[in-house]
């Protein structure tokens, strides 16, 4: 069974960093795309980044490139997401994503969800 836990939010101040872990587990993962979506109240779930297990593709949304770097281990089982001059409005649940078969990935086409950790980020 297919399982993404992630860890790793909490409460910070703005301008600092987060780094977000999503261990993964149940398949080889080896032909998927791992992203990470997020999630603010009252607001959509959006996409922020994804990894390509195989061909080494990353791809980030628009607002987050620069502030957010999305890797992966060398065992290739764990996901991270650096957030850095992290800002009052990335506050938000961010939650692991996995598409099997890889390519695009959107929040509807995602095939499973992890929990979700929550970010804080004061002013």
């Known amino acids: 069974q297919v399982q993404l836990v992630e860890s790793g939010g909490g409460l910070v101040q703005a301008g600092n960093s987060l780094r977000l872990s999503c261990a993964a587990s149940?398949?080889?993962?080896?032909?998927?795309?791992i992203a990470w979506f997020r999630q603010a109240p009252g607001k959509e779930r959006e996409f922020v980044a994804g990894i390509s297990f195989t061909g080494n593709a990353i791809y980030y949304a628009e607002a987050m490139k620069g502030r957010f770097t999305i890797s992966r281990d060398n065992a290739k089982t764990t996901v991270y997401l650096q957030m850095d001059s992290l800002k009052p409005e990335d506050t938000a649940v961010y939650y692991c994503a996995a598409k099997i078969g890889g390519g695009v990935v959107t929040r509807r086409n995602v095939d499973y969800w992890g929990q979700g950790t929550q970010v804080t980020v004061s002013s």
């Open positions: 149940g398949r080889t993962f080896s032909n998927d795309v």
